[in-house]
């Protein structure tokens, strides 16, 4: 093996060989990973608005499941999608899941409705690949 060439991604860091071939990849922290999402949400955000996460105006939190602090390396599939709250407004998942197991990693809270939801979701998508 010659040289190698560090690279990243969103989700992970590597090195590239000179034949393209991936080695010694590591996931981000989840903390690195939501920061990215909050960067990509914050590009929709009114120029005075500092604070809230583009589309999604209530929270948008890390899901410590498991006690996980890196993003899964492995998982079949990543779903981002909105379903309407319990009382009001509408949550943000973003899920990772392998075979029948899903696993919530990121989760917002919008109260402007589904199209702003959706929005959200458009975003995150585009961002992280889907």
């Not at 589309?55 to 899964?72: A, L, M, Q």
């Not at 899903?102 to 995150?124: H, M, N, Q």
Request: aromatic fraction near 12%; proline fraction near 4%.
């Amino acid at each position: 093996m010659g040289e190698l060439t560090p690279r990243e991604d969103w989700y992970s860091t590597y090195d590239v060989d000179e034949k393209g071939m991936c080695h010694n990849e590591k996931p981000k922290t989840m903390e690195q990973v939501y920061e990215y999402a909050v960067k990509e949400l914050r590009k929709h955000n009114e120029p005075d608005d500092k604070w809230s996460y583009g589309p999604i105006d209530e929270y948008f939190n890390i899901v410590h499941s498991d006690g996980r602090t890196h993003w899964p390396a492995t998982y079949h599939w990543l779903a981002i999608f909105a379903v309407k709250g319990g009382s009001e407004g509408h949550y943000i998942h973003v899920e990772a899941i392998t075979g029948d197991k899903r696993e919530l990693l990121l989760l917002g809270k919008a109260f402007g409705g589904l199209d702003v939801a959706l929005e959200a979701v458009k975003i995150l998508a585009h961002a992280m690949e889907v």
